[in-house]
């Protein structure tokens, strides 16, 4: 277990787990809130 | 050496005067009142892209069966486009001749959150993240095997970090006031000349 995590605490993988939850986060975004031209003023 | 706040800010003067004298012969003051522009709402060529728009997708939903899933899309999609044009018109956009928005980057502050707004976010956000970047290399470099730690992160100890990045324009004039932001000249190798 201690070597698994490890291995998902290396630059790389964490890169991937990070970046996807990001990207994932911005469809979300879009998904709620499409074609955002300005900021929106509430 | 140490430090110098003095010479750095007359690098910096001397950057912009040096900048704006080169390359702005005739500065003006923007222009405020975009005659050629008009509101969106009031452009006819807007409202006629709205129309040929929502035209080409009722063309394409007539290609289908009713209950087919790709009518239920475009039928999704004609909503979705008038939603857009609505939006853009009751938002303060000015549009070309041609109806499209455009984007007013003059700094004013009645067209803000079309580019000074986003702009300043913009900048809050990827300081942010090179903020805590810097941070953690810089709490790598104090433990024992520094390379290791760049390599496979100490993700607690990470996690702290990007958490605690959300003040940093006040912790990076912190840093700077002390002279810990930069790197006195005698850290920086300069190749021989």
Known sequence: ?42 | MKFNFQSFLFKIFSFVFLSVSLFQTDIQVAKADFSVLKPCKESPAFKKRLATSVKKLENRVKLYTPESNEAKFLLKEIDSTKVRFERYGNSNLLCGKEGLPRIIATGQWDHANEFVIPGILFLYITGWIGWVGRKYVRYASTTENAFENEIIINVPVAFAIMNSGFLWPIEAWKEFTTGDLLASDDDITVSPR
């Open chain 1, 1 to 42: 277990m201690n070597d698994f995590l490890k291995y998902l605490s290396t630059a790389p993988v964490l890169m991937t787990l990070w970046l996807s939850i990001t990207s994932g986060f911005i469809f979300f975004i879009n998904f709620v809130y499409p074609d955002p031209l300005t900021f929106p003023s509430f």
